[in-house]
Structure formats: C-alpha cells, structure tokens
Nanobody
C-alpha cells in the first residue's frame, strides 16, 4: 500500500491549506485513516482519525475547531482542511492507514502504517 500526501506549502499565520492523501489500496474503504505531523526534533504527533465510513472522527486538542478531516472512498482520498494556521503548525504532515480493517487507529503512530513521504507545511510571515 502506498500513501502520498500533498498540498503542503508556505502560508501566513491565520491562513488555510487543504492537504490530500491518495491511497493505492483497493481496500481503502475498509480502513480508518489518520493524519499526523512531525516537527524537527519532535515525535510524530496525532492530529485526527476518520473511520472507514467517515462516520466517526477524532481530533487532537491542538487542532480541534481548526482542522477538519474528510474522505472520498471512491477516489481513495483523505483530506485535511486546515484553518487559522499558526507558526507552531509548521511540520511535515503524514497520513497513515490503521493496522487492521474496520478498527480505530487510535491516537498513537503505532496504530498506523504505510506512511509515505509526507508534505511540508510552513506557517510563517
């Protein structure tokens, strides 16, 4: 399974970005997907997960109310809409697939795999 995140870039504080994650997995519709980020010198941080049907979403406190996760199972895409960006949101953003179908991935990176290369988001004026 290959995951490719895209949509990152340079944005001013208060700005918005939408990230996309494209999957090669024909069973994409069976898996919870998660978004994480990793800043230099820090551990990979959970942001959000969305279950296979899109019915359940969980957000980290650091992004709740600012970030929105969604998915399109037909297109095998998961999105992360980011609003009101802050300099501390600067990081490489990754999407991951839960380890097993029809299960939650949880809020730990160990609950996901197939990360891909990530996409860099830089929030700066």
């Amino acid at each position: 399974v290959q995951l490719q995140a895209s949509g990152g870039g340079l944005v001013e504080p208060g700005g918005s970005l939408r990230l996309s994650c494209e999957s090669s997995d024909s069973d994409f519709h069976k898996y919870t997907m998660g978004w994480f980020r990793q800043a230099p010198g820090k551990e990979r941080e959970f942001l959000t997960q969305i279950t296979w049907s899109g019915r359940f979403k969980q957000y980290a406190d650091s992004v709740k109310g600012r970030f929105t996760v969604s998915r399109d199972n037909d297109a095998k895409l998961v999105y992360l809409q980011m609003e009101s960006l802050k300099p501390e949101d600067t990081a490489v953003y990754f999407c991951g697939r839960a380890l097993n179908p029809y299960t939650y991935g949880g809020d730990s990176a160990g609950g996901y795999n197939s990360w891909g290369q990530g996409t860099l988001v830089t929030v700066s004026s």
